[in-house]
């Protein structure tokens, strides 16, 4: 809704005549019936999770430093220049004797190393034989067992590798150079292992290493035992140079550039930049000054522990990017050392490519040395070094980079103009890079939210670029202004892969939850978020469940169910129900808490998802009891008619689909008993009626009884009552045969008081719902039930010392705790047999089950921050202000008319056609040029501007002789539904859908419409009458009954009842708030009164009512009866005039009076403030069938007996008859069967017994 002072506008549109004030009025108004749980499948979200958790987590134990230098002696193959590359691992080995230099440069290298992988086992083979390296390689290996070892080869006093696939090594003596197969260096690592070759032209031992590894393979096929030969797959390769290549020789550069890039990547970085032509913006850093450059390389607050971080998260962003999500998994988050030599690879290919050189991998990587990010590198160095003359020279602090704050920016950019369709965006890797900073963690976190918000596919992308360890470690952190995001973020993740659930409770990370969820200073929708993550956790999951219990969660969870949020209160009393899911000891837990009685107030929640969810968690405390004992029966028996009595007649088929799934458990707990009162039922059938009868079984018969059950035609439905508990059982035990007892089953008194039997009964209800998905549910559980019954009687005759037990009495225990676990649980044995032990039993196989929770779940994986008034630049927001505007014009177009309609002839026919049964019911659309038709049970849509038909529908009607009694149209300002009563106290809602007419929801309404039978005149009977009010968002329905039923929509309660003070049926009802009747007042905002129903304002500077709320209902015995809804139900009934003769047809309150007509013709229009007729009409000589008195033109349409139907005006005056025969060319009418009346225009339709509908105008036009 808008919020705009209506009150104000309405004022300056009466007074200058604006007639935009309807169209505001119509914005104003509510859209009922347009829930997600209306317009969309109760349907949990299809399985989106990516393999994004590595399966092999693997890691590098073992590191095999191979250097074959032979200090002093250069290659025979190698012609160096000169001046030449000399550093290896930064030392000069001409500055040292050759065994000195030898061994500081292995030392060098190792410690390179172990800054990326400490943990490691380190052996050094310097200036090797093939033996040595032989046994260096399989001692690696064995150490290992399954995980990886590297093996880094520097070649750079030896050959280059041969064309046959060989490296080179030395003999004992170091007078010959040895060639050392990669066919045997395969056979002495193993696999997983990883290679790296720091030595020219090692592209051909990449390309002959896959080779060898196929003649591996398929050796190890040939064996007896090809399962143990080790894949090569596995293994990684990383080579300086391609085939043919020889390593740089660069003197400002060192010679072993690979491995200096791979091992010490921001040193080399530093010195190839200041290198470049654009170093020449920093004329003052020299390569002497790079070695100076201060701080840690692991402390992030220095300038090269920020270059490091920066580096990292510019490598990662890159491979994310390029690379495929399974290899980028694979190679950089697998395992650390692997992970950091890759990020370093791609730094060795862009400064190699620059020296002619093209380093290879296996499996090789697409070509990334001219990626973008690596601008946004060169930036960062250059902003760096900018600063370090000043900081070298005159101590300046060093000023931290704008790097991850541009790249936030970015990333925000990409928000606000980023959807599913456009590629990822690339920043999102440093991102999470940032999380493990304070500086920009607040807004990180708040943008990863937003990301994440968009939907499963945003989820499944940060967890494959490893959002998860840096969100799970996040969740150490005390700062409260961290957790309204983080909770955020740990809904999004667990809605799409609840797996994580046990990452969680193996770190402790539900306690954060809870804490959350307790913190009252947070705010209910983030605590609503904690309830969500607590529920996942806990889901099917009995160390969560545990954890959880140990937390408190079920006295944290009972504190927050009076919370103003109903997402909160839904979502707590679904994490209740998910604890104690086969879960005894938190049952147990919430018994001591009075849980379940705590959870009662909720089955009459204003809001249905969380009635839905209190039904699902007390259905849950049932199913949860794995030992049973007599405080537990009663407890069970308690909460099963708790939730007969509250919600078996609930609004919403949402609750009674989980009333269902409840009374399941009650039913497979107590299964012998519900065996019990079904072999009654079949006994009394088979004893009491004849096997062949040749009856037809109503439907919910068939489904209670099968074969054995034969009613009485008479019965036409099994109805729900307001109180399942006040059931009365006449067709069950109507002709209970003396001869039961003699059957073993029990007499009729052991059966007729129990609560079993009362929960058959109430099954047998919901078996009769008139909403499908709720009636196949419960017959799913009786028919379980009867086949059970069927199976025993099969095998064996039940023991007649069996008996339906009786309901035990509430006994006083000194103890709620829980039974020892010595208590066993017992199970019920078929065949008769008496109760035995069973210490093994398995949790119970549901019988139905709904997709609610699943549902409920799937709303955190679609995006929820968006603006409240929706997108208006939306095709339905253009359509919904197109429908207003034009609201407002056909009201002001039909003005013109009900000025002349008091004095004109409504005679000429616009349209007409013929349906296939005769009509009952014809009502307008307000603004469409729609008709809808009822016959009997079906209804259809015509266009009557073109004669087309829109809609027909199926059979509309839920049992064999029932119709459809009343018709209202729903969301007539928009999209317009169809609202039908039955006379079997029914009502129902469809909406248009391709055509088609599909059911949004129905209810029994009432379940006592029997009163038209009760009458002196037994033929008189109107079924059910049902008045829609719009502008409070009302159903009023009566009837064949006592009473008026007000009914929310919005909230799908039933609110109160007032006794209609008469024995007879109410034939014709009507309201201030009829169809366009709010019209006559200025709009007010709602005031919500104690009942929810938008009725009662009171004006803020007086005690004025502002809105009346009346409601007038006639009668069968003649009576008028004016009800205010303000009042009590006792002092409701505010006028009653007895006037008329006969039953009244017609009745319209139109502002104080009231318009009406009884059967036998005669019409009277009473003043409220009179106690008698002010302008009584007088009576035509024939009855009156049918009567239609216009919203706003002061005219009266009534039908007779014989064939005319009589205009008149409000004064009595007759303006014209439409008779049998119109003239010479007249149209021919039938006798009427229905009348009705546009709400705006001055059309009349009239149906006929005939089958024939026709709709007369004023004038001839269209």
Known sequence: MVDRDYGDEAREAEEHGDESFAAVADRALRIIFAEERHVEAITGMKDMTEK???TERMKTVSVALVLCLNVGVDPPDIVKTQPCARLECWIDPLCLSPSKALETIGSNL???????????RYKQSLDPTSEEVKKLCTSLRRNAKEERVLFHYNGHGVPKPTDNGEIWVFNRTYTQYIPLSIYDLQTWMGAPSIYVYDCSNAGII?????QFADQHTREHEQERNPTSA?????????????VGQVLPMNPDLPADLFTACLTTPIKVALRWFVMQSTSKLVPKVTMDLIDKIPGQIADRRTMIGELNFIFTAITDTIAWNTLPRERFQKLFRQDLLVASLFRNFLLAERILRSCD???VSSPALPPTYQHPMWQAWDLALDLSLGQLPG????GNKFVHLPFFEEQLTAFQVWLDLGSEERNPPEQLPIVLQVLLTQVHRMRALELLGRFLDLGPWAVNLALSVGIFPYVLKLLQSCAKELRPLLVFIWAKILAVDHTCQADLVRDKGHTYFLQVLQDSSISSDDRTLAAFVLACIVKNFKDGQEAASKGALVSICLEQLDDNSSKLRQWVAICLGRLWDNFDKARWTGVRDSAHEKLYTLLQDPCPEVRASAVFALGTFINSVQTMTEHSKVIDHSVVMTLVNNVGNDMSPLVRKELVVAIQWFILAFERSFLSVAAHEASKDDSNTPPHSGVDLPRTGSRLFGEWSHRDDRIKRVNSSSSISTIAYPIIFNHLSPMMPSHGYGSLGALSGTVYLKVWNALATLDNDPFP??????????????????????DVRLSSSISLPPSPNRASFLSESPPSNDSPRLKLQKKGQCLTINEEAKPRAPLVCTQFIEWACKGFAQPVKKTKNGDVESEDYYMREWRYTRNAERRSEAKEEQVRASMSRLESQVFNT????????????PYEHQIVVVGKETFGVWDWSTGAKLYQSRKAVFSKMSQITSMDWVNPQDVALFMTGSDDGTVSIYKPSNNNLKLVTAWQAHSDLSLGNKLNNPEVSSGLRLTWEQYTQSVITTGDTRVLRFWDAERELKLFDLPTGADCSVTSLDSTYSCVGHEQEPYMPPYQGCDGLVMNSIDAQSTRPTHRGLVVAGCADGSIRVFDRRCSPADSRIKTWIDHSSPVIGVQLRGNSVVSGGSAGDIKIYDLRKNSAVCPISSAPTPMIAMAVHRKADTIACGYANQTIGIYNLLGQPLNVIRFYEGFMGYRIGQVACLGYHPYKVALATGMNDCSISVYCLDNRR
Not at 773 to 794: C, F, N, P
């Open 52 to 54: 994004w958790r590595m």
């Open 110 to 120: 190792q410690k390179q190393y172990e800054r990326w992988q400490p943990r490691a």
């Open 206 to 210: 990449v390309h002959w290493f896959k």
């Open 230 to 242: 080790p894949s090569f797959q596995n293994c990684i390769q990383l080579a300086a140079c391609d």
């Open 357 to 359: 050189c093209t380093p």
């Open 391 to 394: 900081i070298l020279e005159n």
């Open 773 to 794: 998905e709720v009636s196949v549910m419960a017959g799913v559980v009786i028919t379980h039930i009867r086949s059970q019954l069927k199976k025993d009687s099969g």
């Open 914 to 925: 013929r349906t296939q049964v005769p009509p009952t019911i014809v009502q307008f659309h």
